[in-house]
């Protein structure tokens, strides 16, 4: 067996996407469980709604659902077809980077955190408006 042939194997692009949401998924809920431990933190969060005149209920439904929509994407990006696989790769990565940036706290952890996340959502967007349809 060649080992130059096995690792130069290019990785199939809608393993690459869900992978990468994968990433996504599992910093956005270090980010939170990190954030849980700080004090005072409830209480940001209770300003946060207050200034975008939201219930504090209001505003956990805004981030279930965004949430939700990176978790259905480590599936979505594995079993959807090619055009739009590619453009909801691309759709909910834009939107979940709003979300990361617009509700983003000044803690040094989730700053990091983001900044990883927002590099996997870019890379997504990356790879998903690079592919062609030769791949799918």
């Given amino acids: 067996m060649n080992t ?6 290019k990785i199939d692009t809608k393993d690459l996407l869900s992978t990468l949401w994968i990433v996504v998924m599992i ?5 939170d469980i990190l954030s849980l ?3 005072g933190a409830a209480e940001e969060v ?7 005149g939201a219930s504090i209920p209001q505003l956990m439904l805004g981030g279930a659902i965004i949430m939700e929509m990176a978790i259905a994407m480590i599936i979505l990006s594995r079993v959807l077809k090619y055009g739009i696989n590619r453009w909801a790769n691309i ?6 980077i709003v979300f990361i940036i617009g509700g983003g706290a000044s803690y040094p952890h ?3 955190i983001a900044t990883v996340e927002v590099i996997c959502l870019l890379l997504i967007i990356w790879f998903a408006w690079k592919w062609r349809s030769i791949e799918a």
Wanted: hydrophobic share 55%.
């Fill in 37 to 39: 431990n700080i004090p």
């Fill in 110 to 112: 989730y700053i990091f």
């Fill in 27 to 31: 910093n956005m809920l270090k980010a």
């Fill in 91 to 96: 759709i909910v990565s834009l939107m979940t």
């Fill in 46 to 52: 209770a300003r946060t709604a207050a200034s975008a």
């Fill in 4 to 9: 130059n042939t096995t690792f130069a194997k």
